[in-house]
C-alpha cells in the first residue's frame, strides 16, 4: 500500500471560534505588514500561542511538530495524522496534514504549500520557540533563504488587545471569581489541598462551557497551597491536610480557547498571629498601591522602582520574590509569554490602552521566622484611555479572607 507523505481531509465543517472571521484577517493584515516591513517571503510559526492566535488552533504537540506557513496570499496550518481533521474544523485557514510514515514529512508539507519553484529568499521564525534541530532543517531545505527571527515582533502585535480578546479575558476574570468563591466554601480544618482544589476547577469548567458552549475545553486548574507550600507562587497542589492557622494561597485559572486569566488570593485558616498579620497588611499595601500606578503613560520599570520603595519603607523588601505583573492573553504555564509586557525593573516598555496587565506582589517569609509564609494577592487591570479597569472583584485582605467555615 502506498502511503502519502502529507494530504488534505475536510471531515466534518468548521467549528465556531472563539474570535469573528474578522478579527483573524485583521490580525493576518497586521502580521503581512510585518512581512512587508523586513521584506519576508514567508513566516512558518511553530509555537502553540502565536498559531492560536492566528488560526485559532490550539495544537496538543505530543512530541510532534505542528506550524503554521504563512506567505502573501496563503495561511495553512500544518498538523499530525494523529489529529485527523479537528485543526482542519477548529481553524481560521486551511490545513495539511502530514503523516508520520516517514522522516520529515512536516518538512514536506510546508513545501507543498509553498511549491518548489519559487523558494523563498527571506522566511521568519521564532527563535524563541524554534529548536536547534529544527532550524538546521529549515536551514538545509530552504539552503538558499535568510532567516530573520519574528518572534519579538509578534509578541507586541499580542500585546495591544483587541475588543473582542478583552470580551473573553472580562469573562475569564468573572469565571475566576466564581471558582475562588467555590474552594472558599470547602476551606476547613482536615481537608486537602487537592480536594479543594478540584472544586474550583470543576466550577469553572462548568461555567466556561455555560458561557461559551461551541468551545474546545482545555487546561483550566488551580494551584490551592498550604502552610509551607506557599512559599512558591508556582508549587503543585499536594495532598496535606489544612490545619487550622495555616497560611492559604489561592489561585484560579480558567482558560478560556486559550486565553489565561487568574485570580490570586492569601487566606488563613480561623486565625493568623501578629507577625502574619503584619506581612500580609504590608504586602496589601503595596498591592494597593500598584493598582493606583496602572495607567496609561506609565512605565513598567518605574512602577517597580516605586512599589520597591514602599516594600523598602515597610520594611519587607527582601522578601520580595518576583514581578510585580505580566500581560495577559494567548498564554498557559506552558506557551505565550509576553515577556515586553511585565513589571519588572529590566522593562521599559510604557503602558497603553488596551494592554491588559496583572498586580501581583508577593513576599516570602522563611520557616522559622515570625509570620512565615508566602503572601500574594493577583487582580487583571484593562488598561483604558484615563486609567485602568480592575476585571478582578474577589475581595483581598484580613476583614474578607480569615475563613471560619
Not at 488552533?57 to 502573501?72: A, D, K, L, N
Not at 500606578?293 to 518576583?322: H, M, V, W
Not at 488596551?354 to 516570602?364: A, F, L, Q, W
Amino acid at each position: 500500500m502506498e502511503r502519502p507523505d502529507f494530504f488534505s481531509l475536510q471531515n466534518g465543517s468548521k467549528s465556531k471560534l472563539p474570535f469573528s472571521n474578522k478579527e483573524y484577517q485583521e490580525r493576518l493584515n497586521k502580521l503581512r505588514n510585518i512581512m512587508s516591513s523586513h521584506s519576508l517571503d514567508m513566516i512558518i510559526l511553530t509555537s502553540m500561542h502565536n498559531v492560536a492566535y492566528y488560526t485559532g488552533f490550539i495544537y496538543c504537540s505530543f512530541g510532534r511538530t505542528y506550524g503554521c506557513v504563512i506567505t502573501e496570499k496563503k495561511i495553512v496550518t500544518i498538523s499530525a495524522n494523529i489529529d485527523a481533521s479537528q485543526p482542519w474544523r477548529h481553524s481560521f485557514c486551511e490545513n495539511v496534514i502530514y503523516t508520520d510514515w516517514k522522516r520529515d514529512n512536516f518538512l514536506k508539507a510546508i513545501v507543498s504549500v509553498i511549491g518548489r519553484d519559487e523558494p523563498p529568499k527571506n522566511v521568519g521564525i521564532e527563535n524563541d520557540h524554534v529548536t536547534l534541530e529544527m532550524k538546521e532543517k529549515f536551514t538545509s531545505l530552504f539552503s538558499f533563504s535568510k532567516f530573520n527571527d519574528v518572534s519579538k515582533d509578534l509578541m507586541k502585535l499580542r500585546m495591544i488587545k483587541s475588543n473582542e480578546e478583552i470580551d473573553i479575558i472580562k469573562n475569564g476574570a468573572r469565571i475566576a471569581d466564581i471558582g475562588a468563591e467555590e474552594i472558599v466554601k470547602h476551606i476547613e480544618v482536615g481537608a486537602s489541598e487537592l480536594e479543594i482544589a478540584a472544586t474550583g476547577r470543576d466550577k469553572m469548567e462548568l461555567e466556561i462551557a455555560k458561557t461559551y458552549p461551541d468551545a474546545e475545553y482545555m487546561d483550566t486548574w488551580v494551584w490551592f497551597q498550604s502552610g509551607i507550600n506557599t512559599d512558591g507562587a508556582h508549587n503543585p497542589k499536594t495532598s496535606r491536610k489544612l490545619i487550622s492557622g495555616d497560611i492559604l494561597s489561592l489561585n484560579t485559572f480558567p482558560m478560556i480557547s486559550g486565553y489565561y486569566t487568574a485570580l490570586e488570593r492569601t487566606l488563613f485558616l480561623e486565625k493568623i498571629d501578629k507577625a502574619s498579620l503584619k506581612a500580609w497588611e504590608a504586602n496589601i499595601k503595596v498591592h494597593k498601591k500598584g493598582l493606583e500606578l496602572i495607567k496609561p503613560g506609565n512605565k513598567c520599570s518605574e512602577i517597580c522602582k516605586e512599589l520597591n520603595d514602599l516594600f523598602a519603607q515597610l520594611g519587607y523588601l527582601q522578601y520580595r520574590t518576583f514581578g510585580y505583573g505580566h500581560s495577559f492573553g494567548v498564554l498557559s504555564h506552558f506557551y505565550g509569554r509576553e515577556s515586553g509586557l511585565e513589571l519588572r525593573e529590566d522593562i521599559d516598555t510604557i503602558l497603553e490602552p488596551n494592554m491588559v496587565i496583572s498586580m501581583e506582589p508577593m513576599i516570602m517569609i522563611p520557616e522559622g521566622k515570625p509570620g512565615a509564609g508566602g503572601y500574594r494577592e493577583h487582580d487583571v487591570l484593562i488598561i483604558n484611555e484615563s486609567g485602568a479597569e480592575n476585571i478582578s472583584k474577589f475581595p483581598f485582605g484580613p476583614e474578607h479572607n480569615i475563613v471560619k467555615n
